[in-house]
T-cell receptor, first 117, second 116 residues
C-alpha cells in the first residue's frame, strides 16, 4: 500500500515571499503520478500541479513548481510570490499508473498554509 | 457545465437514521468516487464506480452503500448513521482512461454531515 506523509501541519509565509511545502511518499511502484491539491476555506478541492514519475523535469504552473526527487521519494511544492489567495490547506496525493489497475488517490494529511499581509 | 454537484450541502442526523447523498456530474465521465475527509486527515476513498451499474470498495467502505444506476449519478447511502460517520463527504468523477495513463479527478463542493 502507498503512504503519503506531509510533515508540516501548519506553515505561514509573508505575502510576496516564497514558501516550500514538503511531501514524502512510500511505494514499490515505478510508474505513478503525484499531485498537489489546494483546498481553500470554501472546501473546493483544486488541482494545483501534477508530476508524472517517468518525467525527470520538474513540473511548473505559473508561481507553483515542484522539486521531484524520485530516488528519495520526495515531492515538495514551492510557491513563489505568495498571495493572500494562496491561504489554504494543501494536500499531496499519489496515484498508481493506470496499467496497475488502480483508480485511487492516496492523500497526505495536509499542510495548512497562511499567507500573512 | 455545472461539473460535479452534491446534494445536500449540509445535513444533521441522529444516530440510527438513514440518508442518501447524491452526486451528479454532467461531463459524461465514466468513473465516480466517494471520499470522506476527517479533521487532520486527507481524503480517504469510500467506494468508487468504473461505469454505470458497477461499484467497488475503497479504503473505508464499512457502514456505507453505493449505487450507480445512471451514468451521471452516484449515490452514497448510510443505512444506520453513527457518530463516527460525522465527516465531510466529497464526490469526484474522472473520464475514461484514453491514451493518457491517468485520469484526473474533478471534485464536487462537499457535503458536511453531522451525526448526533
Amino acid at each position: 500500500a502507498q503512504t503519503v506523509t506531509q510533515s508540516q501541519p501548519e506553515m505561514s509565509v509573508q505575502e510576496a515571499e516564497t514558501v516550500t511545502l514538503s511531501c514524502t511518499y512510500d511505494t514499490s511502484e515505478n510508474n505513478y503520478y503525484l499531485f498537489w491539491y489546494k483546498q481553500p476555506p470554501s472546501r473546493q478541492m483544486i488541482l494545483v500541479i501534477r508530476q508524472e514519475a517517468y518525467k525527470q523535469q520538474n513540473a511548473t504552473e505559473n508561481r507553483f513548481s515542484v522539486n521531484f526527487q524520485k530516488a528519495a521519494k520526495s515531492f515538495s511544492l514551492k510557491i513563489s510570490d505568495s498571495q493572500l489567495g494562496d491561504t489554504a490547506m494543501y494536500f499531496c496525493a499519489f496515484m498508481k499508473h493506470a496499467r496497475a489497475g488502480s483508480y485511487q488517490l492516496t492523500f497526505g494529511k495536509g499542510t495548512k498554509l497562511s499567507v500573512i499581509p | 457545465n455545472a461539473g460535479v454537484t452534491q446534494t445536500p450541502k449540509f445535513r444533521v442526523l441522529k444516530t440510527g437514521q438513514s440518508m442518501t447523498l447524491l452526486c451528479a456530474q454532467d461531463m459524461n465521465h465514466e468513473y465516480m468516487y466517494w471520499y470522506r475527509q476527517d479533521p487532520g486527515m486527507g481524503l480517504r476513498l469510500i467506494h468508487y464506480s468504473v461505469g454505470e451499474g458497477t461499484t467497488a470498495k475503497g479504503e473505508v467502505p464499512d457502514g456505507y452503500n453505493v449505487s450507480r444506476l445512471k451514468k451521471q449519478n452516484f449515490l452514497l447511502g448510510l443505512e444506520s448513521a453513527a457518530p463516527s460517520q460525522t465527516s465531510v463527504y466529497f464526490c469526484a468523477s474522472s473520464p475514461t482512461l484514453g491514451r493518457g495513463s491517468y485520469n484526473e479527478q474533478f471534485f464536487g463542493p462537499g457535503t458536511r454531515l453531522t451525526v448526533l
